[in-house]
């Protein structure tokens, strides 16, 4: 179902409308990181060395996560959604955050590096057993890159709104979809 207009409100650029929307995602994925990190620290009661680095590397990911996740579908839709799914099951099979990259197929072992799941998992990592040199900080720049990438994408939506909203005003003219 396509998200619906507020009636009264206008003049709403594309770009309030698309991080305007993103807002609730935001604070979804933080409160699942909230209670997430909470449930790791006091219920299971893991040791970490640096715990403060642990929750920021848990946020910057769920951050970096939710918006591709959000922009992928803002800009293409049910595909967009296809995409996600794709995304997310290539991601835990190839992170390296069930088995050692190392002992993963080839194919997972060349996208490995690519993916923004391995940057989350580094910088929890780093916090989790102690840091070394600036690991931790890549890690967040890795995932960082991943909410640039993800802002582009979510231009592309916004520039194809217009195109999309002209293509479904045309069907709807020419009759061509009952």
Not at 31 to 43: D, K, N, R, S, V
Not at 82 to 99: E, H, K, N
Not at 150 to 164: A, D, Y
Request: charged share 10%.
């Amino acid at each position: 179902t396509k998200v619906q207009p507020i009636v009264g409100l206008m003049n709403v650029k594309p770009y309030q409308e698309f991080l305007g929307r993103y807002v609730l995602f935001f604070l979804m994925g933080q409160l699942q990181t909230l209670i997430t990190y909470a449930g790791c620290m006091f219920y299971v009661q893991i040791d970490v060395v640096h715990p403060i680095l642990l929750y920021i590397g848990c946020s910057f990911t769920s951050f970096s996560f939710t918006f591709l996740l959000y922009s992928l579908t803002y800009a293409f839709g049910s595909v967009g959604e296809a995409i996600c799914v794709v995304l997310m099951v290539i991601q835990v099979a190839g992170s390296g955050g069930t088995f050692p990259v190392e002992v993963l197929p080839g194919f997972f072992q060349v996208l490995y590096k690519y993916m923004p799941f391995a940057y989350g998992l580094s910088a929890l990592r780093e916090a989790i057993g102690g840091l070394y040199k600036y690991d931790f900080l890549w890690a967040l720049l890795g995932l960082f890159v991943y909410i640039v990438i993800s802002f582009l994408i979510g231009l592309i939506g916004m520039r194809g709104k217009k195109f999309e909203a002209f293509i479904e005003r045309k069907i709807e003219e020419q009759d061509v979809i009952g």
